[in-house]
């Protein structure tokens, strides 16, 4: 698109107006540095003159030849720069001044010091410069007085600022108009790159076959428009199985993926002579388990059930799930000493309680760290034994294996690791406490990217490294780059999948309140309050008692009309701060039923693991559900009890220490640590118009439909195939150029690469 004559005729308005205004800025100094210049000039002219007439200046004044003098200081004062003349006596009396001597001047204005001195005068409205020289005579100190009118330094100075105006003027203008040139250059230049760079995403042919002569400018076009490709990707999709299928289909076609975690997605254990499968309760299994469906591969993980060496080949593996399997579970067997350890021991007395702020001290020990170490190795190794390519795509899970990232990296360098922290990441002072925590931040910076559930996680994780780590941090983009290699953190909110698989044996909420409300007894007008989570001293268990306590202790109406069903799936129970929680849930729970039973008990504390179709049972069933946790990740709990509310009732009580608090703004968000606002919260949740229930509980639907865990996997895919496609483009952009700088017998004899997959996104 050419520039019009208008178009060059304002840019060179423009830029003269710029060279006027830089002259007139610079004017002042540039007049004050001339006239410094000029005055500088005409005192050494002065001293000249002095030096020059002095011998015969001591003869006439010692001979007092006055006729004589008036003739030297008339020769002198012929110069058109002197002003005037004259010869100051001792006495102050002016003699044999030139005509041109003005009036006003005497001799009691000059400095009579013993050296030359020159001031500023004016007379007639001009500014002179007097200049005065000492002279010895017998009757006294006298003076020699030259007088020079300065005008002319003004005059020069303006001279000097029109040079100055025109100069930039012609520098401006001819910038301007080779600025106008190249601009045009560049401008058809990049329409000419992008119909290109249009025409090869239309045709699907986007860098398959990089030119020798494409440009930075193609580059940068490409990926441009590869990022609003992906825009629009991630904004379009109706996220489901199939999408996320069809997502790995054309974003990372025939690449391999692993899933690296502690926990595995089935048990087998041993009860009398049959073998059940279980499914633990655990928020990562409940958010990875659909993606693993829905993409295959390989998920490596702790086999830890009574009977899972029973029912694995010789390589430790297992397709699964059971009838329809989908993909391959390989398990890592673990000691009971190396879990004292690595699980026990650093991960959950030293880590767990390093990024939940709920006041427990991390205990971390150096034969802890050793085991975790050891069995972070042992996966990561388990990692490259089940790859079949060079370049898998890594999901690694949680804080259990920190130094996996790096630990695959130096075996498999082209890998694309995705790593995701799914609890809290502490802030710098915090994270100081732990005494490795430079080996575990650059364990972590092994990935390709690193994800936390909220953007405050990773504002926390870049500080630390920030603080602990020598590397280099791009804020605008949150990257890191340390030993040559770049990790990006990103913040992935997890979710659940949609519709949950569980629900479509559940029945209508009728059928679960009935069955409910008959299994613990309870009469038929009962508000059920229901709490699921693990026995985990971060999930506020105790915590949500104490409001129901205070709840009936404020207003003893409410016994007997409300009924709290906590589920907790014991947890971790060999560690002292877990067993402590259990039993002081349990007294808790009894002194409670002692004080407020009226006809039935207020608190039911189930301490058993509950399958998906009874959790979903109980979320239908409810009146309220209360999630309190003291500092959680995400809390997938929320969303379940969302997911299962297909009639849009029932009240969300939530903690605003959770990360589900940012999406699902429309629960009651409480501090779980202030009792009576928690039990302000559960009340006025039991007395909600069903009105306001249905529309905080659509909006909350919403936002879980959308935002499912399809998405959080597809959203992570994506960014992986980004960086996957920088990768080659860049490996493919070295092999151009280390081609073109070959000889032709070379380049002839060199083999051919392998066809070039093209990845989108």
């Known amino acids: 698109m050419p520039f019009r004559f208008w178009d060059f005729l304002r840019f060179g308005v423009f830029g003269v107006g710029v060279a006027l205004i830089v002259a007139f800025g610079i004017s002042p100094f540039a007049g004050g540095i001339v006239q410094q210049w000029s005055r500088s000039d005409v005192e050494t002219r002065s001293r000249l003159v002095f030096n020059a007439i002095q011998p015969f200046l001591d003869r006439d004044i010692e001979d007092q030849s006055w006729d004589s003098l008036n003739d030297l200081f008339g020769r002198v004062a012929q110069d058109k720069k002197i002003l005037a003349v004259g010869f100051c006596s001792h006495t102050g009396t002016l003699i044999a001044p030139t005509p041109e001597m003005p009036e006003s001047f005497r001799c009691e204005n ?15 409205g001009r500014r002179i410069l007097v200049a005065a020289f000492p002279v010895n005579t017998t009757r006294g100190r006298s003076h020699l007085v030259i007088l020079t009118d300065l005008s002319f330094a003004s005059a020069r100075s303006s001279q000097v600022l029109a040079y100055v105006l025109a100069s930039l003027a012609s520098v401006v203008l001819v910038l301007t108009v080779g600025t106008i040139i190249f601009a045009v250059f560049m401008l058809r230049s990049w329409m000419g790159s992008l119909r290109r760079a249009v025409d090869e995403v239309r045709l699907g042919t986007a860098g398959a076959h990089p030119s020798a002569a494409s440009s ?31 997502l790995l289909h054309g974003a990372l076609p025939g690449a391999e993926v692993l899933v690296v975690s502690n926990r595995e997605p089935y048990i087998h254990n041993r009860q009398g002579d049959e073998i059940v499968v279980q499914r633990p309760a655990s928020g990562l299994v409940s958010a990875l388990e659909p993606i693993m469906r829905a993409c295959g591969g390989t998920w490596v993980a702790h086999g830890s059930g009574s009977a899972d060496r029973e ?66 190795q042992r996966f990561a190794d388990a990692v490259v034994a ?48 732990c005494p490795w925590r430079r080996e575990i931040i650059e364990g972590m910076l092994g990935s390709t990217i690193f994800g936390f559930h909220t953007q405050f996680h990773c504002n926390n994780f870049v500080e630390c490294v920030d603080r602990f780590v020598e590397s280099r941090i791009d804020r605008e983009v949150q990257a890191v780059s340390l030993g040559g290699h770049e990790t990006r953190i990103r913040a992935y909110p997890i979710s659940i999948e949609w519709p949950p698989s569980a629900l479509g044996s559940v029945p209508a909420r009728d059928k679960c309140r009935a069955d409910v409300l008959k299994d613990f007894g309870l009469a038929a007008g009962t508000k059920l309050i229901v709490g699921i989570e693990r026995f985990d001293y971060t999930k506020g268990i105790p915590d949500r008692m104490k409001a129901i306590d205070a709840l009936l202790t404020r207003d003893p109406s409410w016994k007997g009309r409300l009924a709290f069903i906590q589920v907790a799936a014991p947890t971790r129970s060999k560690l002292d701060t877990y067993s402590s929680l259990q039993s002081e849930a349990k007294s808790l729970a009894d002194a409670i039923n002692t004080r407020h ?70 629960a009651l968000i409480v501090n779980p640590y202030d009792t009576e606002e928690l039990a302000a919260a559960i009340k006025r949740a039991m007395t909600m118009p069903l009105e306001e229930q249905v529309e905080r509980m659509k909006l909350m639907r919403q936002q879980v439909r959308e935002n499912n865990v399809y998405r959080w996997a597809g959203t992570m895919l994506v960014d992986a195939a980004r960086s996957r496609t920088r990768e080659r483009i860049l490996g493919l952009t070295e092999t151009g150029e280390s081609s073109r700088s070959m000889t032709p017998a070379a380049r002839t004899s060199r083999p051919k690469p392998p066809a070039r997959i093209q990845i989108g996104g």
């Open 110 to 124: 000059i400095a009579r010091s013993e050296n030359e001195s020159f001031s500023d005068v004016a007379a007639g």
């Open 216 to 246: 930075a400018m193609d580059r940068e076009i490409h990926k441009l428009l590869r990022r609003t490709e992906d825009f629009t990707l991630a904004h379009q999709i109706d996220w489901t199985p199939k999408a996320l299928q069809e």
């Open 597 to 666: 039973r009226d006809g039935q008990a207020p608190i039911h504390l189930v301490a058993r693991h509950y399958e998906s179709t009874d959790v979903f049972k109980l979320f239908r069933a409810a009146d309220v559900c209360g999630v309190s946790s003291l500092h959680d990740g995400m809390n997938l709990v929320a969303k379940e009890f969302v997911s299962s509310r297909d009639d849009n009732a029932g009240v969300l009580v939530l903690s605003s220490f959770t990360g589900a608090s940012r999406e699902l703004s429309e």
């Open 386 to 433: 089940e790859s079949r390519t060079e370049d898998p795509v890594v999901l690694v899970q949680d804080y259990h294996f920190a130094l996996v990232p790096k630990m695959i990296r130096q075996q498999l360098p082209k890998a694309t690791i995705i790593a995701f922290w799914h609890i809290p990441w502490p802030n710098a002072e915090t994270f100081s406490i």
């Open 311 to 376: 029912t694995v080949d010789a390589n430790g593996r297992i397709r699964v799930p059971e009838g329809t399997p989908a993909y391959t579970l390989r398990r890592v067997w673990i000691s009971d000493a190396e879990q004292d350890g690595y699980y026990y021991g650093f991960a959950n007395e030293g880590l767990w309680p390093l990024c939940h702020i709920v006041f427990v001290r991390p205990s971390f020990r150096a034969d802890d760290w050793r085991a975790y170490r050891e069995i972070n």
